[in-house]
């Protein structure tokens, strides 16, 4: 989207024929495309410097991150993997330490804090402008799982669903750790115990598909975090509000380009995207005028220039700029994988709250 | 409003004189302005039955609801109480006991589920065209009490953070009730189990003025309750969504004559106030042609409007017709006190679940 | 609404028994129930003053608004009458004539300038705090004659579509007068000449159901006036746009209690009803805490309440205060009957623009 | 975006050591960046036919568009162009020609016809569901140009104001012609005659910055057209709303994943992109799963893909599918170019009506 990234390479399918073909119907050159990410890791890395690929793109189901992820920074590539981290927090764990050893670069996937307003949001929230935080209710709604869908022929549920490949959580992991990460960017403050209500709501699912956590956060404010996948009309609609002493702000995804300011004794204000009052952060990642909208792949296209410039900013041997280096990385991931781990666990707790401490 | 109620008497004040100034300006007769409440229903008790009060309107502060409430009732007045419907829970049973014995009518003033669209949405979700409720969400968020206004000179906030006044709960009992009740009334549920988070957010407040609340229903569905008063720059937003097998629906004080009704596979629907195809309890509720707003005031009248109604049927020796009866009664009276018992209960309490069973 | 004004009489029907049928439905005494509007201004002008009726409300079709304005007038009664001031200009200037000789208080119900956040759009525009005004978008569109109802037994449509009860003009009289009365008062503007395509859409109809209007105003503005009564699918979103130098204002009917304020370069703000920031004209016209929405009724009671205060103010021999003479009164009724007769005669001509000179 | 279409070289400015430098950053083989479009159209159609571009895209000023266009085309390429089509209408009668001659694919880039919603609009319009359509509003208002700012240095509003580079009309040349295009595109009507009010808001600017026009349509509908570049506080809220006998449409691009379908006696129902219920034509416009919002420019990419399309299958010897082929094209072009001619005639002139007949 910005020419800051071409696709060179690729390993779309561990059928080698299924993985040749998709590489043709994206004009590659026959001899990048592999049959296995294994393979492309080991001939890539045998490529004359200035010829190989830069960095990987993992976006393969929950069980696939770890192994691929390690193999690519393992052999010198940068990499952007899907969220959430890892199958497990073990793994996570693991694969920080392999991060922190490569000295390259890891981008986690989570869209929602590339737009603009959502960056434009933190910034005020970290501005102080507000007071201290009280309240933050996050929400990811979604319907789409209301029916059993896993039992059809639908590989996005299917896999979704499914322990083996997803983890311990279902909606939790997947849209849970987007609203929670989200949380945790737009306050600056880190969840220290939360209280968990996980409910698979539709018979035969193996995991949860609905849950609502209270949070408790580490300057004393507190929470509450909804996801669900049975809100049988809603889109993907994520949403955000914060409070402080004197305000806060809303955003939400429906209307990705609006940011609502809101006063205690004055009227509420209407932010919005491609502006000249914005914060030099959020104006980084805009690309149109005001009015004209910005979307979701927009927002995504953000985390992978700002990785794209930081990546040939290491390249150039130079040093990265402060808005580049504001994409999701690997402590990010951990946050995440932490979550999974505490709100599935007291989701089957009697205890009422259960401490995030490591 | 409505030309079915007339003002003919009162007691404004426990100062006699302000309380005759008062009724002045109302224009009321002098010899029917009271000094106190037993003052009142004695006098106009020994008027003729045809010149006397038909029914009282209550509206002083939770410790003063009991009482003249009951002395109203015994003296053969109907009676219209401000919620929550007593100071505590076992005023409110005993007032269950003489309501009961009364014969007379009571309304608790619930002035949200007066709503025409709020009246709209339980007989759909009635209906059954949703399947089985799965989810429920209500909030009330509002920000005035942020700063500690009750050392100022404010009655309102006064009184309300004020457990001598107010009762165990401040905000719970305040706005937590509209928004328990609002719940149970649309959706038809009973609440079965509760998970509080409640706070004092404002140095030096005496009752909680936020909390978060897990609920469990008795058909198995589960929601979420918000209500705070420290999320500034927030009015008077309740806002309720519940969602069911195939679509649910959401309405919202800030835009009130209209019902998103949605679907897990179509487009959402807009349902608006003064249309031709609304229900017939809803169509009652609505006074003016669409796109002509209704508010607050016309919520809250529509209570008074059917109570009335039902106390000239029963004057007449008539059968009120059923949507005359739609006003909320002493079964929501005692349910909220419940409530706000439970739900104080459970955030002192680190059992995870509180059992609603009375 | 207020406790400011009491129904003592009325004539509700020129057949004296629906007329007293009416009457005692609203526990009027029989004897001040009449048959027509002749025999109440005599009769209440025999009785004692202070006794009979302080003011009348006239809320007959166009036809029928003139003789009992002047009437009332011509017996010492205040007035309140429905818009169109008149059947014609010509009434109109005469009833001008009859009211400046009277000495009483006229007032026409064009609701929409009783909404407190439309007079906080005048006061904002007044102040000048937008620069020179430019721009002025006023539209009222409706769908309810879609289809051809006259022929049908809807009263409400056969008035309205009859020139012989309407007048010349349909739409345009109904509620093109509106729009047009909105746009001057928050404007603080004059409309000097029009240029307007009127249509009759529905086949069948004897008067315009559809129209659209340039305008040119005294200050060098353009403005475009929208009326409709055939945009299927619209209720009664009558919306204002008024744009200056540095910003500008848009207010709406179906979030009557918001006004927007945008800026050139700086957030747009969300002005809202009931808040501790309005001006003192807008104050005093709300009823609510904010965020507890107030609608049309409450809009129409504004005009009613100052209106009343204004009366009281004379009977008591006293000042009204400025924002109590805040309703429209006679100068709007003629500047309507003015806008319907070049309006008109714009729609059947073919020179472009016409004249709003007197 | 789509992984459709290759960037391969390019004049990026007329100076060559700026385009060279232009083409670098976006990693361009030097020698296919050109100091001119008249070197790369005959250095491009010298390289062997699988090597050359296969068509080019021309962004510059409305008076550089038609030297370009024409000559791309006689060299065999097929052409993008912005809108407006060209200078004037001579101009783009004649290019209309010589894409006639040439066999060549032409797109005329009005962005907005390229969104789901919009698409799914001209669906449900054309498909006859609302019954005859008897109005359109549509407008575009802007604020940016509320200033002087061709005074300063600001190079889109020099050339935009400038009658030597923009051709006879400013606003309705620039927004006006997407205002409509859209109309014409959504409603499948076509203007028959107009009459506009054309204004100079501004002090010192040369050509138009406002205007409103009434229009009628060849099936006996009317409309207006509102587009203002100096309504302070407004971004790019093109909007359109059409009307016909049982309901209508409203689209605007501040919200352009959701389309409102209207009806005279049921509610409104929320069309929104990505969805399962989209006609085949919008869904192949949606990239997204519903919620996850499209924007600007996804609509924009939406026409290059399906030009793109369009030209591999003639590459390819095939005969495109049918909504490859919906992109706006050289009957667009014209249309918009006679719109200008004739509003502007309008603007200056006291006749009423003026026809748009060729």
Redesign the interface.
Known sequence: ?D?EI??VCGAFSSDAEKSAQAGKE??LLPERVYGSYKEMMRREAELPVDERMDFVSIVTPNHLHFAPAKLALENGFHVVLDKPMTFDLNEAKELEAVIEQSGKYFCLTHTYTGYPMVKEARQQVLSGK?GTI??I?V?Y????L??FLESNDNKQAAWRTDPTKSGIAGAMGDIGTHAFNLAEYVSGLKTTKL?A?I?I?VEGRKLDD?G?V?LKYNNGA?G?L?A?Q????????IKI?V??????IEWK?????TLL????????????A????LSSVAAHNC????????????AFANHYRNFALCVQAQLAGEKPKAEWLDFPGYEDGLRGMLFIEKVIESGK?????ISMEV
């Open positions: 989207m020419s071409e696709l994206l004009h507000f009280r309240k209710y929400e709604p979604q319907g789409w209301s029916n209280c209500d409910n709501v609905d609502a209270l507190s509450v909804l669900t049975v809100a049988a009309g809603e889109e993907n609609n509000r409070y402080g002493e004197k305000g806060g995804q429906e209307d990705p380009n300011v809101k006063w205690l004794d004055k009227p509420t204000e209407v932010w919005r491609g502006t000249g009052y690309r149109t005028p005001a009015g004209h909208p910005e979307g979701y792949l927009e707790s009697d205890a009422k709250w």
